[in-house]
């Protein structure tokens, strides 16, 4: 496998159905999400500061000639925040639309990431409205995880999206988004792949990542058990 000299995501994005068996290009690796991490939105008010998070997302990324593209989706359902009746206002035609408009998405651009935080170009899809923005990332390889983290702040009504006022509370138009996603590589027929006895453990003890290596197999235990069931 190609050394990584290096994402989603957020939040990021429209998946369609994984099938790890898929034919692809010999000189091509594709990377399918985990479901680990999180994806959180903060924002403020004039009177207190709020947070939503998400374990739950979908995404991959696909490496190509040393170059990587990426995708990551969150659905707003998926949001559990800390500020009562964010559901409803999210539904709500005047403010963000949700049932209208449910997911957020971003897609990476080509890049080829680095071992120290790196700007990354991307696309942000929201409220039906895609524009172009910059990600702080940090990518670490750790075969067959890699682990991506990131940040980045937007403004609501840049993607036509009225901050919420009631009364005299008013929410603050930027939103910051940070995201910490796994993805893995699956390897079959017989793999001479590697890992370290360090790896693994470092993956199982800081990220609850179990790694697998077995007869014809080498990838992640989520991803083991999603392709049993296919």
Do not use: W
């Amino acid at each position: 496998m190609k050394a990584l000299t290096l994402l989603i995501g957020i939040i990021g994005l429209l998946c369609s159905p994984v099938t790890l068996r898929a034919e692809k290009p010999l000189d091509q690796e594709m990377y399918y999400i985990l479901q680990k991490g999180f994806i959180s939105v903060a924002g403020k008010t004039n009177l207190f500061n709020f947070k939503g998070e998400a374990i739950k997302h979908e995404g991959q990324l696909v490496e190509s000639g040393g170059s990587y593209t990426g995708k990551l989706l969150l659905r707003f359902s998926q949001l559990k925040f800390d500020l009562p009746l964010v559901d409803k206002v999210l539904q709500k035609k005047e403010y963000m639309n949700s049932t209208v408009y449910p997911t957020v998405r971003i897609d990476l651009n080509n890049f080829v990431p680095l071992d120290h935080p790196t700007k990354i170009k991307a696309n942000l899809e929201m409220h039906g409205v895609k524009k172009p923005i910059v990600i702080t990332t940090h990518f670490q390889y750790l075969p067959p995880v890699v682990k991506v983290t990131g940040n980045f702040t937007i403004a609501q009504s840049d993607f036509g999206v009225k901050p919420y006022r009631s009364g005299l509370m008013k929410v603050k138009d930027d939103l910051k988004i940070q995201f910490k996603v796994f993805f893995c590589e699956v390897y079959e027929e017989n793999s001479a792949q590697k890992i370290s006895a360090a790896t693994a453990a470092k993956l199982a003890e800081e990220d609850q990542i179990q790694v697998l290596m077995e007869k014809g197999f080498f990838g992640c235990a989520e991803i083991k058990k999603k392709r049993a069931t296919q």
